[in-house]
Structure formats: structure tokens, C-alpha cells
């Protein structure tokens, strides 16, 4: 099949791409014009540059696709709330569900975040049933994804043929913000002095990158699909990652008020300066929560597989290394 990625140079797509190719899919690579992101060099693709906000970017792209992934969208936390993300989640993703009906384009798999559902503790974690439970936080980057989760369910009731994959928290290569592994070069670095009382489910994203590939041949259209792995307290996830690149792990639990505390004064501080503070206090209040998951769906209808999350962090670890992103 000729597949088009969007976001194709982002950490996930770069994963979904590779995983695509070594399927032997022919790729299509939408990438905005001014990316300067390199994690695709070197690969056998066609590459599109575009504006998802601009309809006819993404229609003359999809023109001769069979199938086509959403991975693009703004995962900004700071500035809390801002236009962009309303623009590249929503009205990027209304702009993608037009390309699929004018093209007719076969499969469309819309890539959100397991945060559309509300999640659950590590005894009973949170699944597809779960409603949206994230509005507290007022993070506009949750809140449009969620709502453009909703957009992908009401297309398909007028015959659009897409399935929703909603990951946790990756890890893996080709991270070159980094983004999700800045949390494993915190810790390398001893810039992680404690961890706050919550947790989160997380997974390896190239096991990732496999379930989305598969749902172009799995899964049920209009169903969506939590792509998620082991649930850990930031405790636990913590002594994972220095056990798996020889750090010291950070020994101190830092007490909810505090976490709030420094998050709202951090929130306050970038307002002025207008430097992204370090933790804001969405963030703060995110981190001292439970964010666990089941990927028991997927892993059912999509064979989502089950690496170790020790084996994602050595592998991001590496890549880092290898990149020079230490």
C-alpha cells in the first residue's frame, strides 16, 4: 500500500514510517516546510511538504493513497492554552477527514492520546469506556485532542472509514526534541531531584509504531485503541530508568502541596519572563495524579505488542548517546 504519514518527522512518525518501510509500504511523508527535524534522512520515501492547515496541502497529498496516519499535532503544555492548538489539532485533523472523503481514501487511523479517556488505578486502570476526565487540568493540548478524538467519531458515523490509537507515555529513539525522553536525560544529567506522588502507563514506541501499522489491516472502524504497556508510579518509573543507564535515582517524594507550590510559582515566573518554565502548574497537578491504563484491547485486536519499558529506555538512551543528545 502507499501510505501518508503526517507529522512523519515527529518521534512517532519517524517510528511509524520506519516500521511501514520494513513492511514494505510505499511512504508518503507530510512534513511542514519548516521543519528542521533530520530523524528521516537517509530512508527510501516521498516526502510532501505542507501546512495541515491549509486543505489543499493535505488533499493534493493524499491523492493517490490508500491509507492515510495522523500522527501531527501540537503537544505543547506551555503556554497552557494557545490558538495553535485548536488550529493544528482540530482544524488540522477536520482538514485530513475532508482529504480522506475527496480522495476516497480507504483507512484513515487518527493518532490521539489515551488521555481522551479517564484513567484508573493500577488495580482497575482506566480503558476505552472510561469518559474524558482531563478537562480539569485546563491544558488546551488534552482538550483538543479530545475534541478532535469526537470530530473522528462523528465522521465515521457519516461513513468515514477511520479507527482511533490513543498511546501513553513513549519511549524509544529517534526522540530528538527529546520529548518524552527528557525525562530519562533528567536523570542521566542528576537534574531530577525528586519525584512527585503520581504515575503513568508507558510504552515502547516502536511497539507503538506496530499497532498503528497493524490497524491499517486490524481493529474496527470507529473503535478506538489505548496503545499503552506497563503502568508505574514516577517512583518506580524513575528506578527503572537509572537501573537501565547506571544513575542515581532520585530518593525524594515531594509532597503534593510542594509539587503544586513550585508549579503554580514556575506558571507565574514564565507569564513574566515569558520563558516556559521548567513544571507549570497544569503539569504540577498532572504529576501528582495517577494516570494508569489497560492496553488489554489492542493487545486483543490489534496484537499491540509488549516490550519491556526497560528495553524502550536503554534503547533511548543509546539513541541519545549515538546523537549526541546527552
Known amino acids: 500500500m502507499k501510505i501518508l504519514v503526517t507529522g512523519a518527522d515527529g518521534f512517532l512518525g519517524s517510528n511509524v514510517v520506519r ?36 486543505p489543499d496541502d493535505i488533499i493534493n497529498a493524499a491523492k493517490d493513497v490508500d491509507a492515510i496516519i495522523h500522527t501531527a499535532a501540537n503537544t505543547k503544555t506551555w503556554p497552557s492554552r494557545c490558538k495553535s492548538h485548536a488550529a493544528v489539532n482540530i482544524e488540522g485533523t477536520k482538514n485530513v477527514i475532508k482529504a480522506v472523503t475527496e480522495n476516497k481514501v480507504k483507512r484513515m487511523v487518527y493518532v490521539g492520546t489515551a488521555n481522551s479517556f479517564g484513567p484508573g488505578t493500577k488495580e482497575n486502570p482506566g480503558t476505552e469506556k472510561n469518559p474524558y476526565a482531563s478537562a ?38 529517534h526522540d530528538s ?30 511497539d507503538v509504531a506496530v499497532g498503528i501499522c497493524n490497524t491499517l489491516t486490524m481493529g474496527k472502524i470507529g473503535e478506538s485503541y489505548i496503545l499503552g504497556n506497563e503502568n508505574l508510579s514516577y517512583k518506580e518509573a524513575f528506578q527503572l530508568i537509572a537501573k537501565q543507564i547506571g544513575a542515581k535515582a ?77
Open 19 to 54: 516500521e511501514l518501510l520494513k513492511r514494505n509500504h510505499k511512504v508518503k511523508a507530510f512534513i511542514f516546510p519548516e521543519s528542521k527535524s533530520t530523524t528521516l534522512n537517509g530512508l527510501d520515501i516521498e516526502r510532501h511538504e505542507g501546512n495541515l492547515l491549509n
Open 136 to 173: 480539569k487540568y485546563d491544558l488546551g493540548y488534552m482538550d483538543s485532542k479530545y475534541q478532535a478524538h469526537l470530530l473522528v467519531l462523528d465522521a465515521v458515523k457519516q461513513g468515514l472509514p477511520a479507527v482511533i490509537v490513543n498511546p501513553t507515555f513513549m519511549f524509544g529513539p
Open 177 to 206: 526534541g527529546p520529548s518524552s525522553g527528557a525525562m530519562i536525560v533528567a536523570v542521566y544529567k542528576g537534574k531530577a531531584p525528586g519525584y512527585s506522588p503520581g504515575g503513568k502507563n508507558y510504552v515502547y514506541v516502536k
Open 250 to 326: 532520585p530518593n525524594t517524594c515531594m509532597p503534593k502541596f510542594a509539587v503544586l507550590t513550585f508549579g503554580a510559582l514556575s506558571s507565574g515566573i514564565a507569564k513574566i519572563t515569558g520563558k516556559a518554565p521548567a513544571v507549570s502548574y497544569p503539569m504540577a497537578r498532572i504529576s501528582c495524579d495517577g494516570h494508569y491504563f489497560s492496553p488489554a484491547k489492542a493487545v486483543k485486536e490489534l496484537q499491540l505488542p509488549q516490550t519491556p519499558v526497560a528495553d524502550a529506555i536503554t534503547e533511548a538512551f543509546n539513541w541519545f548517546k549515538e546523537n549526541d543528545k546527552l
